[in-house]
């Protein structure tokens, strides 16, 4: 006996069938128009954290100890207010051997000044004073020894007179000889001018000991200047975020001590990755998370992008290369902790879904066309 096929029940269930596909492809149908249709919010996410408007920081222009700490972190201060203090005893100990030095110094420069007026008056030392009367006065000895010794000589050749007599008197012309030639020496000196050049160069020497004297004063300047550089002194209102340098603790010249800021407005510094950076502009909306205000329970605030920075943040890691961007923060009466980290959430503009899943933008599409439209007309 055979069993009757039920051909209706077949034929309702492929028109099911029929149906369900046709809806699914409409669905999908749907769906990828949506994904070039459909635009959504471009949203770029990154942490970050609250900075001040104006942060900057304090370097130390001295090595040394810190001895004194007057302000913690936090703190306000006011502009010229002290907040460190620094060992200071080496550049007191060369502050007092420079002026020392320049005492010195200038009584040098006083006995030179002294010297050199006497000069002025006679420039000649004591010895050339009457160089000229000396000369003839050695010479005409000379005539008068030179013309003896002839005279002995020729007594001599009679026996008339002693070999010592002769002797002497032969000495005693070389030694008279010998005063001429230093006297005619003398003469010359003076001739040449002499004291003109010993006033020179006494005028020299107290220059070059001016000199000295203000060298030294220029090296006391520098050492006031050191003396004031171990103050650690707010040069603006405003308040200390950070204080690296501790109490005891040896500070290096060049190094930061204090990192301050300044300024009424509250920033924002998001550190976005480097492959969504080029989306970031200048204007768009923000939204922020503080690490402080739980966002369930006091919301999100709202902020602009100010500034997008060209160098990458110092101190990269494995999570890739960040640009900063600085967002004014609108804190609506909050007081946000600065250095406090915040999650932005950045609205770089509405796009088709398509492009969001494939981190594009819509930029980069039309620029992407624009350079396959150019390689087709080269080939």
């Keep these: 006996m055979t069993v009757p096929v039920h051909k209706s029940g077949f034929r309702w269930t492929l028109h099911l069938f029929a149906v369900v596909g ?60 002290v907040i460190a203090q620094i060992d200071s005893m080496q550049y007191e100990e060369e502050y007092v ?19 050199l007026a006497a000069l002025e008056s006679n420039p000649l030392p004591k010895e050339l004073w009457y160089a000229e009367t000396n000369l003839r006065e050695t010479e005409e000895r000379a005539k008068r020894t030179g013309a003896r010794l002839i005279r002995l000589q020729r007594l001599r050749s009679t026996n008339a ?27 010359e000196k003076v001739k040449s001018g002499l004291g003109e050049k010993n006033i020179e160069k006494a005028r020299r020497d107290i220059a070059l000991v001016q000199a000295k004297i203000d060298g030294r004063r220029a090296a006391l300047k520098l050492a006031a200047r050191h003396l004031d550089d171990c103050r650690i002194v707010a040069p603006s209102d405003g ?26 407005e509250i920033h924002g510094l998001a550190y976005v990755n480097e492959g969504v950076v080029r989306k970031v502009r200048p204007g768009q909306k923000v939204r922020i998370s503080s690490g402080v205000f739980n966002r369930l329970e006091f919301g999100s ?36 902790k600065l250095g406090s980290t915040a999650e932005f959430a950045i609205v770089a503009g509405r796009e088709p879904v398509i492009y969001s899943f494939l981190g594009m933008s819509r930029e980069d599409f039309q620029r992407r066309r624009a350079e396959r439209e150019a390689l087709k007309k080269k080939l």
Excluded: W
């Design 22 to 81: 046709f809806c699914l492809l409409v669905l999908i149908l749907g769906g990828v128009v949506a994904l070039f249709v459909v635009e959504i919010e471009d949203v770029i996410y990154a942490d970050g954290k609250i900075v001040s408007e104006l942060p900057f920081d304090i370097i130390s222009h001295v090595d040394g100890r810190v001895i004194r700490l007057n302000f913690e972190e936090g703190a306000d201060v006011r502009a010229g207010e």
């Design 97 to 115: 051997a420079i002026e020392s030095a320049i005492r010195e110094y200038e009584a040098e420069r006083d006995v030179k000044a002294a010297e």
């Design 161 to 187: 007179i002693s070999q010592k007599e002769f002797e002497d008197t032969e000495i005693e012309n070389i030694k008279t000889q010998a005063e001429v030639a230093r006297a005619r020496e003398n003469f």
């Design 239 to 264: 308040r200390l975020v950070s204080i690296p340098c501790k109490f005891t603790m040896y500070v290096e010249k060049g190094k930061v001590v204090a990192k301050m800021s300044s300024g009424k």
């Design 301 to 336: 605030f709202e902020g602009t992008v100010e500034r997008v920075y060209d160098t990458p943040e110092e101190g990269q890691n494995a999570a890739g290369t960040k640009y900063p961007v600085e967002i004014r923060i609108e804190p609506r009466g909050r007081k946000l």
